[in-house]
């Protein structure tokens, strides 16, 4: 964004104090490996600008305040300074040696039932790009997973930007409304629509521009806790198209409600529609809309998955649950169930439709033992 400001701007500085110059300043060139860029006065230095690292530093003798964090992104932050992670600079500045690109962190799993109900009051933050947040699973089951029921009131331009994820996994199901978006290698912008979905494979760059009156959309991620990263240098669309090119060994998916085939579900008296996420991840994760076709087998389930959650889209559903008492879902409700607790689905009205989502996509499903 450009304001008055920016126009004039040509440089910016991260000002330290530095008691004594000359040890402070050996220290920076000697062993952070930063320039001098310019220091004055000759006869008695006071102040020296430094520049290294993507930054530009200004070192004044006789400045009073903090001394200032330094964190510098190393590619091996213990082989930079023979071990050490953590140093101090004569002025007290304190230098963190970090991962530049960390690997990402997989917390783990503390399954628990957890049911979200969409009520008048329902708690909606607000997020990134201004879009309003619903969590749907609070404990994020330790850490591990993520589920968040978005909204964009109105309708119009988004005020996004391009920009990636760093994921084990990532999926966009479009609930209510429309939303037009732009993903890296493939093509031009689209319209997503209710019933349609997009699995976003880790790192692929993607932007949303455009979404229609009161936008709803359901996100499942893993880990809960992930990093969005600004993307600067690529405009979108941009020119390659590769539509099966490998993200951290997945293939970016757009499946729509419309092309959809329906086959027979796990549970009896179903039937639902595959959204091509397990194959597009080999496996990793499954997804799939469920909806009536039939009596359908009420009869208590185990299953071995390492998550499982469903979101009741249309109509209403009793869950019960070992060792609860049966709850009554409705559209906008949602439940995670933990391996291994027998559940049931029961007093399914006609017009009932989950959207299940699943990790690994391939677990067992077996009834319960008396």
Same mark, same amino acid.
């Given at each position: 964004?450009?304001?008055?400001?920016?126009?004039?701007?040509?440089?910016?500085? $991260?000002?330290?104090?530095?008691?004594?110059?000359?040890?402070?300043?050996?220290? #920076?060139?000697?062993?952070?490996?930063?320039?001098?860029?310019?220091?004055?006065?000759?006869?008695?230095?006071?102040?020296?600008?430094? &520049?290294?690292?993507?930054?530009?530093?200004?070192?004044?003798?006789?400045?009073?305040?903090?001394?200032?964090?330094?964190?510098?992104?190393?590619?091996?932050?213990?082989?930079?300074?023979?071990?050490?992670?953590?140093?101090?600079a004569p002025n007290g500045t304190r230098v963190e040696?970090?991962?530049?690109?960390?690997?990402?962190?997989?917390?783990?799993?503390?399954? &628990?039932? $957890?049911?979200?109900?969409?009520?008048?009051?329902?708690?909606?933050?607000?997020?990134?790009?201004?879009?309003?947040?619903?969590?749907?699973?609070?404990?994020?089951?330790?850490?591990?997973?993520?589920?968040?029921?978005?909204?964009?009131?109105?309708?119009?331009? =988004?005020?996004?930007? $391009?920009?990636?994820?760093?994921?084990?996994?990532?999926?966009?199901?479009?609930?209510?409304?429309?939303?037009?978006?732009?993903?890296?290698?493939?093509?031009?912008? #689209?319209v997503m629509r209710a019933g349609d979905c997009v699995?976003?494979?880790?790192?692929?760059?993607?932007?949303?521009?455009?979404?229609?009156?009161?936008?709803?959309?359901?996100?499942?991620?893993?880990?809960?806790?992930?990093?969005?990263?600004?993307?600067?240098?690529?405009?979108?669309?941009?020119?390659?198209?590769?539509?099966?090119?490998?993200?951290?060994?997945?293939?970016?998916?757009?499946?729509?409600?419309?092309? /959809?085939?329906?086959?027979?579900?796990?549970?009896?008296?179903?039937?639902?529609?595959?959204?091509?996420?397990?194959?597009?991840?080999?496996?990793?994760?499954?997804?799939?809309?469920?909806?009536?076709?039939?009596? $359908?087998?009420?009869?208590?389930?185990?299953?071995?998955?390492?998550?499982?959650?469903?979101?009741?889209?249309?109509?209403?559903?009793?869950? &019960?649950?070992?060792?609860?008492?049966?709850?009554?879902?409705?559209?906008?409700? &949602?439940?995670?169930?933990? /391996?291994?607790? /027998?559940?049931?689905?029961?007093?399914?009205?006609?017009?009932?439709?989950?959207?299940? =989502?699943?990790?690994?996509?391939?677990?067992?499903?077996?009834p319960a033992a008396p």
């Open positions: 964004m450009t304001t008055q400001l920016t126009r004039h701007v040509e440089a910016a500085e $991260v000002v330290l104090p530095a008691k004594e110059l000359g040890e402070t300043l050996d220290f #920076f060139t000697r062993t952070l490996g930063f320039r001098i860029d310019s220091i004055f006065p000759a006869d008695d230095p006071a102040t020296v600008v430094l &520049s290294g690292h993507g930054i530009r530093l200004r070192l004044e003798r006789g400045r009073q305040g903090p001394p200032g964090l330094l964190r510098l992104l190393c590619d091996d932050p213990r082989a930079a300074a023979g071990g050490e992670t953590v140093l101090t040696l970090v991962e530049a690109d960390p690997p990402l962190h997989l917390p783990e799993m503390r399954p &628990s039932v $957890v049911i979200s109900r969409i009520t008048h009051d329902a708690a909606w933050g607000t997020g990134r790009a201004g879009m309003q947040y619903r969590d749907l699973i609070p404990d994020r089951q330790g850490g591990r997973f993520i589920a968040s029921h978005i909204r964009v009131p109105g309708a119009g331009p =988004v005020p996004d930007y $391009v920009h990636f994820h760093k994921v084990r996994f990532q999926m966009i199901y479009c609930y209510r409304g429309w939303v037009r978006l732009v993903y890296e290698d493939q093509g031009e912008p #689209f699995l976003q494979p880790p790192e692929i760059r993607h932007r949303v521009l455009e979404s229609g009156d009161d936008l709803e959309v359901i996100e499942i991620g893993c880990p809960a806790d992930h990093i969005t990263c600004v993307d600067h240098d690529l405009d979108l669309p941009n020119h390659t198209v590769n539509a099966d090119r490998l993200f951290s060994g997945q293939r970016f998916v757009r499946h729509e409600v419309a092309k /959809a085939e329906w086959r027979p579900w796990r549970l009896g008296g179903f039937e639902a529609r595959d959204l091509g996420i397990g194959d597009a991840t080999s496996g990793l994760a499954g997804v799939k809309v469920a909806r009536v076709a039939g009596t $359908v087998d009420e009869t208590p389930h185990r299953h071995d998955a390492e998550f499982l959650f469903h979101f009741v889209l249309e109509g209403a559903v009793t869950v &019960s649950c070992e060792g609860r008492k049966p709850e009554a879902l409705k559209a906008g409700d &949602s439940i995670a169930l933990p /391996a291994h607790t /027998a559940f049931s689905l029961a007093a399914a009205s006609a017009d009932l439709e989950i959207l299940e =989502v699943a990790l690994p996509e391939a677990f067992a499903l077996v």
